[in-house]
């Protein structure tokens, strides 16, 4: 590609010669909730479309109305030429999540981002090593490789470089057409459809629109998931399947949720796992809603958990959790969830905990109580309970244990501050018919908290 003869070094600049380089990062726009910002990108790919191809492109993000429209330029705003063909950029921000990067037109990059300081404009900072470590704790940036060993840094490197241009743009399931977020490891061809449809029953994908349909109006025999339906309440259900036993199921799923999670998956060594799929029923079936899977014969309790976009933010992703606790408590054992947890996951995680671990020092006469003590009285790890309540300066070092500083003062401070907000969904035990196959303790009873 064609170096620019000259370089801009300003933030504030609204033009920029020269095309933009991969590896080079940028001043671009980009428009949240409908308002264009200046902020940094760094180019990660491109690719040649056509006139055909862009207009498709940009049709398909209107239809979904995101928030990230891209912008008609004015020779867009021409005659189809068939012959012309226009290069789009891949982006990711700076210190945003991988979700957000996206394909760009020329005309929104403004700028080269300078290595000098930003401009308070820009609300973007040089950060030390150790506010990167607050930032990923509280802020859920992604984590720099400065702060990582050596051997996670190099096969962080060696993921971000394999997964780092999302392959599929979109997927359609059910009733949905859903703008996906990341890398999916499909096998060819389907790894290189940007439209993808999958039947929302057996999970079977398709990259032709009338070989999808005819398989869900004629072939498919399945309205629901396989395995066992261990929950019911309302319209909701959750199904219990066994990656052992159903095993093309299982993978499907696996690479159905590798759409929406940036780590952490499996794909085909499914065996050894179970999974649980929210549903919601009616007349017509049972609709994937999210699920989580969980290992056999580990410390977590929960691998990975994935609530599909059009369900998020309604309670579905904390009911999971709290199904993933009453599941171990059953089995009478304090779970964990795998680490590392995503900025989703910690944000879903970090507010069951606090939910259940102020629900519980509120019911204990005491000011003072081992981590350990309130582990077993909650069923979440000591370590989860130390990293909640550490940033409350409601922790302790002593004799090896954690003490939890747990008067009536700090804990009222503590919801005063609206850390606790209890789920919007709220896990019936009554309507969970599921026994341990092989219990690991004696089952462990918990307080309830409403
Ligand atoms: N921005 C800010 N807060 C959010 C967002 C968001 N986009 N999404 C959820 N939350 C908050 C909610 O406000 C809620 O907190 P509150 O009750 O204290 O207000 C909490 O997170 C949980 O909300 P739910 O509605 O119960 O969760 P949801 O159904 O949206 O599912 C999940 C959460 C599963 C993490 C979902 O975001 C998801 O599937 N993300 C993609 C995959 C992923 O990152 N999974 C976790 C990986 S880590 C692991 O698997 C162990
Ligand atoms: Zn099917």
């Avoid at 940009?58 to 030429?81: D, G």
Wanted: charged share 30%; hydrophobic share 35%; aromatic share 10%.
């Amino acid at each position: 590609m064609r170096r620019p003869t000259t370089r801009s070094r300003s933030h504030d600049t609204d033009s920029m010669d020269g095309d933009p380089e991969i590896g080079e990062s940028y001043v671009v726009t980009r428009i949240t909730n409908g308002v264009p910002e200046k902020t940094i990108a760094i180019v990660v790919a491109t690719k040649q479309v056509t006139d055909d191809q862009l207009r498709q492109i940009r049709a398909e993000k209107e239809k979904l109305q995101t928030n990230t429209p891209i912008e008609v330029s004015e020779s867009a705003k021409e005659e189809p030429n068939p012959t012309a063909m226009h290069t789009l950029y891949y982006i990711h921000y700076e210190g945003m999540d991988r979700r957000l990067d996206e394909w760009a037109e020329r005309n929104r990059f403004l700028g080269f981002a300078s290595s000098e300081k930003p401009s308070p404009s820009m609300g973007i900072q040089k950060v030390t090593r150790s506010q990167r470590r607050i930032d990923e704790e509280f802020n859920h940036l992604p984590v720099g490789y400065e702060v990582m060993g050596a051997t996670v840094a190099k096969l962080e490197r060696e993921y971000e470089e394999r997964t780092k241009v999302r392959n599929i743009e979109m997927v359609t399931l059910g009733r949905w057409e859903i703008d996906t977020w990341y890398f999916a490891p499909y096998p060819a061809p389907f790894d290189q459809t940007v439209h993808l449809f999958v039947c929302e029953y057996c999970l079977m994908y398709f990259n032709d629109i009338k070989l999808y349909s005819r398989h869900v109006k004629l072939a498919c025999r399945r309205r629901t998931p396989p395995g066992n339906e261990i929950y019911r309440k309302g319209n909701l259900s959750v199904f219990e399947v066994s990656g052992y036993q159903d095993r093309q199921y299982a993978q499907f799923l696996c690479l159905l949720s590798k759409l929406f999670m940036d780590h952490k998956t499996l794909y085909y060594d499914v065996e050894t796992f179970l999974f649980y799929v929210l549903c919601e029923v009616d007349n017509e079936g049972a609709h994937i809603v999210g699920n989580f899977s969980k290992e056999l014969d580990t410390g977590n309790n929960l691998a990975c958990i994935m609530i599909l976009p059009p369900y998020q933010r309604k309670g579905y992703g904390k009911l999971l959790i709290q199904l993933s606790y009453e599941l171990s408590s059953r089995e009478g054992w304090i779970g964990t969830p795998e680490k590392p947890l995503s900025d989703l996951g910690k944000v879903s995680y970090r507010s069951y905990w606090w939910w259940v671990i102020l629900g519980t020092l509120e019911n204990m006469e005491t000011d003072t109580v081992r981590a350990s003590i309130l582990s077993e009285e909650t069923g979440i790890a000591s370590a989860d309970i130390v990293s909640t309540l550490y940033p409350m300066q409601m922790i302790k070092s002593w004799k090896g244990d954690h003490i939890v500083r747990a008067s009536k003062r700090v804990v009222e401070h503590c919801r005063s501050l609206g850390l606790v907000r209890p789920p919007s969904l709220l896990l019936d035990e009554k309507c969970l018919r599921w026994e341990p196959r092989r219990p690991r303790g004696p089952p462990r009873t918990r307080p309830k908290h409403k």
